[in-house]
């Protein structure tokens, strides 16, 4: 059964940064494309970024320049750099993987069934 866990969300003043990880199982680590949706309190849910098999990466308009999603390979993680975090970046973070042979977009991802229980990313002065 796919499992994937994130951690390293937390409070944050705005301008600084966090790194979120995801520690995805073995047999879907890489079976598709693999990002970060959030969803603050009382709001939808939207993609935020996500990283190909070939590394090349997508982003949505509002963190591009500040977030960074990168993988390791070999440890089977998916990372979310965030950096100059904003009060609007507040929200549960999730990864989520979307397999092969099904469109990889920003809008699918939050769809996808195959994510993390999420970690809590708090901006405030």
């Known amino acids: 059964q796919a499992q994937l866990m994130e951690s390293g969300g937390g409070s944050m003043q705005p301008g600084g940064s966090l790194r979120l990880s995801c520690s995805v199982s073995?047999?879907?680590?890489?079976?598709?494309?693999m990002g970060w949706f959030r969803q603050a309190t009382g709001q939808g849910r939207e993609g935020v970024g996500y990283?190909?098999?070939?590394?090349?990466?997508i982003y949505r308009d509002s963190v591009r320049g500040r977030f960074t999603v990168s993988r390791d390979n070999s440890e089977n993680t998916v990372y979310l750099q965030m950096n100059n975090l904003q009060p609007e970046d507040t929200a549960m973070y999730y990864c989520a993987v979307i397999p092969w042979g099904r469109p990889c977009t920003l809008r699918t991802l939050p769809e996808s069934e195959i994510r993390g229980q999420g970690t809590q990313v708090t901006v405030s002065s």
């Open positions: 990283i190909f098999r070939d590394g090349s990466t």
């Open positions: 073995r047999d879907v680590y890489n079976s598709g494309c």
